[in-house]
């Protein structure tokens, strides 16, 4: 198995909402990665999870909180958003970040919409 | 400042011709460098790593180069069909925080019949 399963596809969420995208991957991968993607642009990243701790956070702001409950499972937890941050919402494993040679695998995406 | 950038522009050819793709990068010193494909609204996909001791690498009809003096790699695809159109990307890591994948600025590819 080769995949990484994100989920929901698709969400619209209004600023006062809570709620969180669901990132899977069952390849053993101890690297897991949030990364933003507006349109037109290449995807940025948001927060890198090394063996479970969270290990980078590029100055995302605090109404994104990510979480890694065990090593094949990754969520992102949104609250208070802004229509600003309707993008589509990447998330990537590897399968560590101790090697400079290692690829990502990426999920679908989830297309966020903020109204 | 690092940067990555790649032709901003569309890259049209015509079936068949080979599509050639630029990767520039400014500031960095990797020891890989890699190319992926992004077909609109998917993640992106993994198709080629090369060392920085390749100067090429193949596999079916891409082909990298990779030039650590010209901080430079080119993508190629030779006798395109249209089923290559998408946005490739290349990306590397940066070697000060080998954690972080950081991609390139992305060049979109049309192949028309």
């Known amino acids: 198995d080769t995949e990484v399963t994100q989920t929901p596809k698709h969400l619209v969420m209004g600023m006062t909402n809570k709620k969180s995208l669901k990132c899977e991957q069952h390849m053993g991968h101890r690297a897991m990665y949030w990364y933003k993607q507006k349109a037109k642009k290449p995807p940025e990243l948001m927060f890198v999870?090394?063996?479970?701790?969270?290990?980078i956070n590029e100055s995302v702001p605090s109404r994104f909180s990510p979480e890694c409950p065990n090593s094949s499972l990754l969520n992102l937890h949104l609250h208070a958003l802004q229509p600003e941050d309707s993008a589509l919402y990447l998330c990537?494993?590897?399968?560590?970040?101790?090697?400079?040679?290692?690829?990502?695998?990426f999920g679908q995406g989830t297309r966020l919409t903020v109204v | 400042s690092q940067k990555i950038e790649q032709n901003s522009e569309a890259l049209n050819i015509q079936e068949g011709k080979t599509a050639t793709l630029t990767c520039n990068y400014t500031?960095?010193?990797?020891?890989?460098l890699q190319w992926y494909r992004q077909d609109p609204g998917r993640g992106p996909v993994f198709l080629l790593l090369i060392r920085e001791n390749e100067k090429e690498k193949r596999k079916e009809r891409l082909k990298v180069t990779f030039d650590t003096t010209l901080k430079q790699s080119l993508f190629h695809i030779t006798a395109s069909q249209p089923a290559d159109s998408a946005t490739y990307l290349c990306?590397?890591?940066?070697?000060?925080?080998?954690?972080?994948?950081?991609f390139g600025t992305g060049t979109r590819l049309l192949v028309s019949p």
């Open positions: 990537a494993s590897s399968q560590d970040t101790g090697r400079l040679n290692t690829e990502a695998f």
């Open positions: 990306a590397l890591r940066k070697n000060t925080g080998f954690q972080k994948l950081v």
């Open positions: 500031n960095y010193s990797p020891a890989y």
């Open positions: 999870y090394s063996y479970e701790k969270l290990s």
